[in-house]
C-alpha cells in the first residue's frame, strides 16, 4: 500500500508540481507581489530554442529538451541529421514526445497579467523581439525568416547604435544652437548701434533746422567733371586773351610698331601696308600697333589733346613704362593700362574692370585727356564740347606715358591718323 503511494506520488509530482507553482505564481501575480524580472526570466524558459517564441506544441526529445513540433521537424529536414539542436545527441528514429504539461505551463505563464500588454507583431502575431534596420521598426523572429535581405538587430544593441546617433545629433545641435546665440549677440549689437546713430541722425535734424538755408554739393559728384583741366576749359573760352597751358606731346619713333608711319614733327602716326625695315629694340611694339610719347611722367598734372575725326577706330591714354609690348596682353589697369577706344566709328569703351561701354549720339573729333599722376587720376573729355567722357582712379608707382593707336587702315576706310594737337595748331 505504500508502496503504491509511493509510486503514485512519483508519477504524478512533476505533473503536479508544475501545476501548482503556475497555479501558485498566477496568485502572486494577482495580489502584485511577484517581481516582474523574475516573471521575464520564468517565461524565456518557455521560448523554443529555435524560433525563440512560445513554445508551439512542445515536443520533448530523449535528451530531455523541448523544441516546437515544426521547429525540430524543420531542424532535422534541412540538416538531414536527427540530432539535438542544442546538445547535439542523437536522436533514434527521429522520435520525440509530445510534452502536454509543458505546453499547458506556457499556456498559463503566457496569459499571466505582468506579461500583458507587450506589442506583438501584426503580421505574425508574436513578439517583438528584434529592429529591422532597413524598415526603422520592431520585428519578430518570423520575419526575419521572412526577410532575408533586412539586417535585424536585438532590441538592446539597436538602442545603444541609435543611442550613440542620437547623441551626435545631439551635439550637433547643441553647437549650432551656441552659433546661432552668437549671431543672435552680434545682431542685438548691431541693433544696439543703429538705435545709437537714430539719435544722432534726431539730434543733427533738430540742428539742421535752425540753421540758415544752403546749397549741398552732391555727393555723387563726378571725380572727371570737377576735377580736370579747368584752366585749359575756361581758356577755350576765353582764347583770344589768354595763353594756353597745354602740354607739348610727340611721339617717340623707337617705341612704333613696323607698320606705323609717324611724320616729321612727330605729331601724327597712322597704319601703312608695308612693314618697315627697323631694328625690334626692347621698346619697341610687335604685336600691338601703338606707339608711346617721347617724354613720361613721374609727378604733376598733364593734358592734352588727340585729333581723331574721320577715323572708326582707335585707341588712346596712358600707359606705365613697364608694360609688355612683345606679343598680345590684357589691356587693363592692372597691366597697367588706362586706355579709351573706339570701334565701328560710334562703339566707345574705357577699358577698365568692369568696362564702360557708350553709344556716340554726337560726333567725337577731339578727345581730351586729362593725368594727374599725383592724384591716381586719368580723365577723357570730348575737348570740342567739353564734356566729360570716363575717368579712372589708380595709384601710379612707375613712370607714365601717352600711349597712341590708330589701328589698320583697314584699306583705307581707317587712313586718317591720329594727330596731337599742339597750343598754337
Known amino acids: 500500500m505504500e508502496k503504491q503511494k509511493s509510486d503514485k506520488t512519483l508519477t504524478s509530482s512533476p505533473k503536479s508540481s508544475l501545476n501548482a507553482d503556475a497555479k501558485e505564481m498566477g496568485k502572486i501575480n494577482n495580489t502584485g507581489t511577484t517581481c ?32 516546437c513540433k515544426l521547429c525540430i521537424e524543420k531542424a532535422w529536414k534541412t540538416n538531414q541529421k536527427a540530432v539535438c539542436p542544442e546538445c547535439f545527441a542523437p536522436c533514434p528514429g527521429r522520435n520525440y514526445i509530445p510534452n502536454l504539461v509543458l505546453e499547458r505551463l506556457m499556456l498559463r505563464i503566457k496569459d499571466m497579467p505582468l506579461l500583458q500588454g507587450q506589442p506583438l507583431c501584426q503580421e505574425h502575431g508574436e513578439n517583438l523581439k528584434l529592429f529591422s534596420k532597413q524598415e526603422g ?85 563726378s571725380l572727371g567733371k570737377f576735377k580736370g583741366p579747368i584752366q585749359y576749359m575756361t581758356w577755350k573760352e576765353m582764347r583770344s586773351i589768354l595763353t594756353p597751358d597745354i602740354s607739348l606731346i610727340t611721339l617717340d619713333p623707337r617705341t612704333a610698331h ?10 601724327s602716326v597712322w597704319h601703312g601696308d608695308i612693314k618697315q625695315m627697323i631694328p ?44 609688355n609690348r612683345k606679343g598680345c596682353c590684357p589691356l587693363t589697369p592692372m597691366d597697367g593700362f588706362w586706355l579709351l577706344r573706339l570701334r565701328n566709328q560710334v562703339e566707345l569703351k574705357a577699358l577698365d574692370v568692369p568696362s564702360f561701354s557708350m553709344v556716340l549720339k554726337c560726333k567725337l573729333n577731339r578727345v581730351g585727356i586729362y593725368l594727374d599722376y599725383d592724384g591716381g587720376q586719368v580723365s577723357f573729355y570730348n575737348a570740342e564740347e567739353l564734356c566729360h567722357i570716363y575717368t579712372f582712379s589708380s595709384t601710379f608707382t612707375e613712370k607714365i606715358f601717352p600711349y597712341f593707336c590708330p589701328c589698320l587702315n583697314d584699306s583705307g576706310d581707317n587712313l586718317e591718323p591720329l594727330s596731337i594737337i599742339h597750343p598754337m595748331t
Not at 613721374?298 to 600707359?319: I, N, P, Q, R
Open 36 to 67: 516582474k524580472a523574475n516573471v521575464d526570466d520564468l517565461a524565456k524558459e518557455l521560448h523554443c530554442q529555435l524560433c525563440h517564441d512560445w513554445f508551439n506544441k512542445p515536443v520533448m526529445l530523449h535528451c530531455s529538451h523541448n523544441f
Open 137 to 221: 521598426k520592431l520585428a519578430c523572429f518570423q520575419c526575419k525568416d521572412v526577410r532575408h535581405s533586412q539586417e535585424f538587430l536585438q532590441i538592446n544593441e539597436a538602442v545603444h547604435v541609435y543611442s550613440r546617433k542620437l547623441a551626435i545629433s545631439q551635439a550637433q545641435v547643441e553647437a549650432s544652437l551656441k552659433e546661432l546665440q552668437k549671431l543672435k549677440g552680434v545682431q542685438e549689437e548691431e541693433i544696439c548701434a543703429h538705435k545709437d546713430i537714430t539719435a544722432f541722425l534726431g539730434s543733427l535734424e533738430k540742428g539742421i533746422e535752425v540753421l540758415a538755408p544752403r546749397h549741398f554739393i552732391s555727393g555723387q559728384l
Open 258 to 267: 613696323p607698320n606705323l608711319v609717324i611724320s616729321e614733327d612727330q605729331t
Open 280 to 323: 625690334d629694340n626692347p621698346e619697341r611694339f610687335d604685336s600691338s600697333v601703338a606707339v608711346l610719347g617721347s617724354e613720361g611722367f613721374t609727378s604733376g598734372k598733364w593734358y592734352w589733346e588727340v585729333e581723331v575725326a574721320k577715323k572708326t577706330k582707335w585707341t588712346v591714354g596712358v600707359v606705365r613704362e613697364s608694360i
